[in-house]
C-alpha cells in the first residue's frame, strides 16, 4: 500500500462528473450556489506601502469561483506551501493541513478558514495547484448529503474493487504499507507524512 496523494484529484473529479450527469450540479455553477460561506471572496493584490514594504491590498472578486475552475485548479485558491507571496503567507497563518493531530478539522471546518482567506488570483484567469480539490470535497459532502469517503467508497472504489484505496489505513493493513525513510537520504530533513491510522 502507498500514499497516492495527488491521485485523489482524479477520483473527486470523477465523483463530481457523476453528481453533474445526475443534474445536482453543473460544471458553470458558483461553488458558493452550495458553500454559501464562498460567495463574495476577495483577492489579495500586493502593493508597495508608502515605506517601501510590501502590502496586500484586498479587492473583489470579478465573479465567484465556478465547479469548473475547482476542477482546473482556477479557483484562485492556492497552497501556503508552494513559492511564497503574501497570500500564501495568510495560508500559513490559518493551519490548512487537516490530519495533523493539531489541527484536525472536517471539510466544513476547511470552508469555514477558507472564506476567511484572500485569494492568489482572480477566478478563471490563472492556473495554481491548490486546495481547490479540498473545497471540491466538501461541495461534493454539501451536494450528495454524504461524507465524502463514504460517497467515493459507494460510487467508484466499492463498484470498481479497490479494496486498498481509502483516506486512512485500517490496523489489518498497516504491515502492507510502504513507509518512507524517517530522514531524506539527499537533505537529510526528517521527513513528516500525515498518520495514514487515523481516520481523515
Known amino acids: 500500500l502507498f500514499r497516492v496523494y495527488s491521485m485523489t484529484n482524479p477520483?473527486?473529479?470523477?465523483?463530481?462528473?457523476?453528481?453533474?450527469?445526475?443534474?445536482?450540479?453543473?460544471?458553470?455553477?458558483?461553488?458558493?450556489?452550495?458553500?454559501?460561506?464562498?460567495?463574495?471572496?476577495?483577492?489579495?493584490v500586493e502593493k508597495?506601502?508608502?515605506?517601501?514594504k510590501r502590502v496586500l491590498e484586498l479587492v473583489p472578486a470579478q465573479r465567484d469561483f465556478t465547479v469548473h475552475d475547482l476542477m482546473r485548479h482556477m479557483s484562485g485558491l492556492t497552497y501556503g506551501v508552494f513559492g511564497r507571496s503574501l497570500v500564501k503567507d495568510e495560508y500559513l497563518k490559518v493551519n490548512m493541513r487537516p490530519g495533523d493531530s493539531a489541527v484536525d478539522f472536517d471539510n466544513a471546518e476547511l470552508v469555514r478558514r477558507v472564506a476567511k482567506l484572500p485569494?492568489?488570483?482572480?477566478?478563471?484567469?490563472?492556473?495554481?495547484?491548490?486546495?481547490?480539490?479540498?473545497?471540491?470535497?466538501?461541495?461534493?459532502?454539501?451536494?450528495?448529503?454524504?461524507?465524502l469517503d463514504q460517497l467515493l467508497q459507494r460510487r467508484i472504489l466499492g463498484p470498481l474493487k479497490m479494496h486498498d484505496t481509502a483516506f486512512n489505513v485500517p490496523a489489518a493493513k498497516l504491515g502492507r504499507v510502504a513507509q518512507a525513510f524517517a530522514v531524506d537520504p539527499d537533505t537529510k530533513a526528517k521527513v513528516e507524512l500525515l498518520d495514514l491510522t487515523r481516520p481523515a
Open 11 to 44: 477520483i473527486v473529479s470523477v465523483a463530481a462528473l457523476m453528481l453533474m450527469e445526475e443534474g445536482r450540479m453543473a460544471l458553470g455553477d458558483p461553488v458558493s450556489r452550495y458553500l454559501p460561506e464562498l460567495k463574495g471572496m476577495k483577492v489579495g
Open 48 to 52: 508597495t506601502g508608502a515605506d517601501g
Open 119 to 147: 485569494l492568489a488570483f482572480q477566478p478563471g484567469s490563472t492556473w495554481d495547484y491548490s486546495i481547490s480539490t479540498d473545497v471540491l470535497g466538501a461541495l461534493l459532502e454539501k451536494v450528495a448529503g454524504e461524507p
